[in-house]
């Protein structure tokens, strides 16, 4: 059974450009979270989607936002890119949404570099 | 301010002997899990205790959930050195659907 997966595993963007990343969820699992994990900040929660519907939104900039495809595969969008947005993007997806017994399981992330 | 402390946040040991990894909190969480995290690589889930009070055992790690359901440990026996990287302790709220994800702790084993 084929993991999370990210791509692209690495960017470089410049300061004010956009960028898309994507996530395509373990098989079945109609939840997806995104989480941004930077050295000073540890992993933090970005939102989290469910059968195409934003649930859940994290303390945020309304320049990161996303989406979820029918297929349950998400992007997470980041508007005019600033030095501090790079950091390593992690998607986790789950088959449960809600219950105690939800387990959140991650891709490798992608690392995004504003120069 | 984190949620969920993590201590200590760097540990250095020798290969044999045991460790143990605390994660604390104020608030109650529905479930809470460990994972584990290797360099530039996506956290890896280790397990997930729901009830109050449970131990789970994997292998050599040791994991227990407070009765309060609001703090947990993390016990390695025997360590390895395939047992060095980063260990992550996150809280789950059922109600948020979300995780809250304590500091980290740095092991490492040196043969």
């Known amino acids: 059974k084929a993991g999370v997966t990210q791509t692209p595993r690495y960017l470089i963007k410049t300061r004010g450009q956009q960028v898309t990343l994507s996530c395509s969820p373990i098989?079945?699992?109609?939840?997806v979270s995104w989480y941004q994990q930077t050295p000073g900040q540890g992993l933090q929660f970005l939102f989290e989607y469910f059968s195409e519907t934003q649930r859940n939104k994290g303390n945020f900039p309304g320049r990161f936002s996303g989406r979820q495809f029918s297929n349950s595969r998400s992007e997470m969008n980041v508007s005019t890119l600033e030095l501090g947005d790079s950091a390593l993007y992690l998607c986790?997806?789950?088959?449960?949404?809600?219950?105690?017994?939800?387990?959140?399981?991650f891709g490798q992330g992608t690392r995004l570099t504003v120069v | 301010t984190q949620l969920l402390e993590q201590s200590p946040q760097f540990l250095s040991i020798q290969e044999g002997e045991n460790l143990t990894v605390y994660c604390n909190s104020s608030s109650v969480f529905s479930s809470l899990q460990w994972y584990r995290q290797e360099p530039g690589e996506g956290p890896v889930l280790l397990v997930t205790?729901?009830?109050?009070?449970e131990v789970k055992k994997l292998k050599r790690l040791t994991f227990q959930f407070g009765d309060a359901r609001k703090d947990s440990s993390l016990h390695i026996t025997a360590a390895q050195p395939g047992d060095t990287g980063l260990y992550l302790c996150a809280g789950y709220k059922a109600a948020g659907n979300k995780l809250t994800f304590g500091g980290g702790t740095r092991v490492l084993v040196k043969p």
């Open positions: 098989s079945g699992h109609r939840s």
């Open positions: 986790a997806s789950s088959l449960l949404s809600g219950s105690r017994y939800t387990e959140a399981f």
């Open positions: 205790v729901v009830t109050g009070g």
